[in-house]
């Protein structure tokens, strides 16, 4: 499986950005639809820190710094996850990683190392 994501850039403040994942290859089951796919993203120095999932059963998930901010979709058909990033702060800067499993439980989401497949990373910034 890979994935490619796409979308960041410099923005101010308070503004918006929309980042895309669009996964390719041999899928689990031959679906993307069976993968649970999660936004991480990092900034120098410190570890991979979760943003945000959507679960093949279809459930969401945030984490508390982003959530009532970030807003994430899935198109199964166009194999496609999308973070719409609203309200953007300074402190949202990092490279935003896609990643996705077919196997990850619920509980496991928010760790990085329990994914098998990562994107190359999108820049976003955020000017103060």
């Known amino acids: 499986v890979q994935l490619q994501a796409s979308g960041g850039g410099l923005v101010q403040t308070g503004g918006s950005l929309r980042l895309s994942c669009v996964a390719s290859?041999?899928?689990?089951?031959?679906?993307?639809?069976?993968?649970?796919v999660g936004w991480f993203r990092q900034t120098p120095g410190k570890e991979r820190e979760f943003v945000a999932a959507?679960?093949?059963?279809?459930?969401?998930h945030y984490s508390n710094s982003v959530k009532g901010r970030f807003t994430i979709s899935r198109d199964n058909t166009k194999n496609t996850v999308i973070l719409r990033m609203n309200s953007l702060k300074p402190e949202d800067t990092a490279v935003y990683y896609c990643?996705?499993?077919?196997?990850?439980?619920?509980?496991?989401?928010?760790?990085?190392?329990?994914?098998?497949?990562w994107g190359q990373g999108t820049l976003v910034t955020v000017s103060s």
């Open positions: 290859g041999d899928f689990s089951g031959g679906m993307f639809s069976k993968y649970t």
């Open positions: 990643a996705a499993d077919s196997r990850i439980i619920l509980s496991s989401i928010a760790e990085p190392g329990r994914y098998d497949y």
């Open positions: 959507f679960r093949w059963t279809g459930t969401t």
